[in-house]
């Protein structure tokens, strides 16, 4: 078929819109229970430590997926950490001009060998740099809900 | 052709469960590190990983390699996922064998992952749309359509009735109580149960169908020179084959298997078995539904067209018959987490030919069985044959 037999006009063809009826409803898993209770009830991160390998993760995982090993060392790690790349969100997913740029940052959380892309906060987004200082700053203790978004965001230090 | 040998030397499995808590990576390192454990092997001793898993709609995530890959052992490591539907679990072996047979790598773990319960509210949702967009879907169907369509015609063509059915269903799920990870063993189930059980899709009533399963399954597979190091009881795959019908389920004949046959006639031939009968010792065909065990046993060769529901009601697919077909309870009572399920047969004879099959040990020291898949759009036929 050639570029100029291609459909311009959708409504010229015989065509229906359906959709996959789906609802998923996610666990967050064994490790994923502590961590997110531990965020919620405390305002506190922990994370698993694989004594063999010398790794903290966090998130926290039920096994190291480099030597399989059961991961039963939990250990409190700081709610503190630097960016280790950001970015800066100008358009929504509908393409529209968001009212303020969003930062957006994969946080290295300090003393482990992990961390969380979340976003950054009173902050203006041209002063952010790679490796500056950040912070959690939790939602109030009861609006948590025990989700990623109990962490409002990281700000700088 | 020159093809390298290649051993099952451990196997692993969570509990099947109705709803897991764990995550889908979980599961899947749960069975993996189970397998490796039972050979005494660590991830540093394997090459490559193979990852079977059934719809991406069910853990409603896509990318489901990538995201089950950790659990799966598969950092650092090159790894593969095959996918053709319900056939996937076995096809998975099928998969670990050629990455061996091929002589690119030694050691390959298999890992088959399923968590059905996250598709809500069920995964009849996700089923309904692997019927043609245009021509089907607008009339409602689900799943059991196709079923209770293929059942009538079965039991139409060969004059078999719903009680000569359900006696496969009530044989697995007393199978399965002996089952330690079984998620619907009942040792007291009767006959009368499925026949009084809730019409779903006449003549699919609810005791013909397996349930709705979380759950994981691994094996580790390995070359000779290293199998032989890591057990002494190596079991050996002796054939594979695979085979797909139209994808027109109104095209296809719906009473026999043809691509069944076809799957086991080329693992046969690999196999150099001749007579499938009296060289096969034990049988583990998909069951997702009572009448399909039937189906596929006829498929396989192991009886003629129309008599396995004949040979169940002689008792001789029983644990102690002359041919012991689904000894682990099968879909319909140990669960079906779609691949999980098809890859807990193959590891159900690689207990059984090792004797190791504990309360679910079938007597006289079996050396050969298969193990047989079946999916996609019910068009596809996966088939193993394991020997000692």
């Not at chain 2, 659990?71 to 061996?100: D, E, L, N």
């Amino acid at each position: 078929m050639s570029l100029l037999e291609r459909v311009i006009h959708p409504d010229q063809t015989k065509l229906w819109y359906g959709e996959i009826p789906i609802q998923s409803r996610y666990t967050v898993g064994i490790a994923g229970e502590r961590f997110f209770r531990e965020i919620k009830e405390n305002g506190r991160f922990w994370g698993t430590r694989c004594p063999s390998c010398d790794l903290i993760y966090v998130p926290p995982r039920l096994y190291c997926e480099r030597c399989f090993a059961h991961l039963e060392e939990w250990v409190e790690v700081p709610t503190t950490g630097r960016v280790h790349t950001f970015t800066v969100v100008h358009l929504d997913l509908d393409g529209n001009l968001l009212p303020e740029p969003q930062v957006l940052a994969f946080v290295q959380l300090d003393g482990t060998d992990g961390g969380l892309v979340h976003y950054l906060g009173e902050v203006d987004p041209d002063e952010v740099c790679i490796g500056m200082c950040v912070e959690a700053v939790f939602k109030d203790a009861g609006e948590r809900r025990g989700s990623i978004t109990d962490i409002l965001y990281f700000r700088p230090i | 052709m020159g093809r390298n040998r290649v051993a099952i030397v451990g196997a692993g499995m969570t509990k099947f469960v109705r709803r897991a808590q764990e995550t889908g990576k979980e599961q899947a390192w749960e069975a993996a590190s189970k397998a490796l454990e039972s050979c005494e092997m660590t991830l540093d001793d394997i090459d490559a990983v193979v990852i079977g898993s059934a719809p991406e709609a069910f853990d409603g995530l896509h990318m489901k390699t990538e995201y089950l890959s950790d659990g799966c052992g598969g950092w650092g490591k090159p790894v593969i996922r095959g996918f053709v539907g319900g056939g996937t679990g076995v096809f998975s072996a099928i998969q670990g064998w050629y990455h061996i047979a091929s002589g690119l790598f030694d050691t390959v773990l298999v890992v088959a992952e399923e968590k059905m319960s996250s598709c809500q509210p069920h995964p009849q949702g996700a089923f309904i749309t692997i019927f043609d967009h245009t021509t089907e879907r607008p009339l409602g169907p689900n799943l059991l359509w196709i079923f209770a369509l293929e059942m009538n015609a079965y039991m139409t063509r060969y004059g078999l009735s719903k009680r000569d059915i359900a006696l496969v269903s009530v044989k697995n799920k007393r199978n399965a109580a002996d089952h330690p990870a079984a998620l619907l063993g009942d040792p007291h189930i009767t006959v009368e149960d499925v026949l009084n059980s809730e019409v779903l899709a006449w003549p699919v009533q609810r005791l013909d169908v397996s349930p709705v399963t979380d759950g994981a399954v691994a094996i580790v597979m390995a070359a000779e020179h290293v199998a032989r190091r890591v057990t002494s009881k190596p079991v050996w795959v002796e054939g594979v084959g695979w085979n797909l019908d139209t994808a027109y389920w109104t095209n296809r004949d719906l009473s026999y298997p043809t691509y069944v046959e076809e799957a086991a006639r080329m693992a046969y031939k690999m196999a150099g078995i001749t007579e499938p009968r009296k060289q096969i010792h034990i049988a583990e065909p998909y069951d997702p539904f009572d009448y399909k065990e039937l189906h596929h046993l006829e498929g396989l060769l192991l009886f003629d067209e129309g008599k396995a529901a004949e040979a169940t009601a002689l008792g001789i697919t029983q644990r102690d018959g002359d041919l012991p077909v689904c000894p682990s309870g099968g879909l319909l009572g140990v669960g079906n987490p779609i691949a999980a399920a098809a890859l807990m047969k193959v590891a159900e004879l690689f207990w059984q030919l090792r004797g190791e099959a504990g309360a679910r040990q079938v007597p006289g020291q079996p050396k050969r069985g298969v193990a047989q898949a079946w999916g996609d759009l019910m068009q596809v036929s996966t088939v193993i044959v394991l020997g000692v």
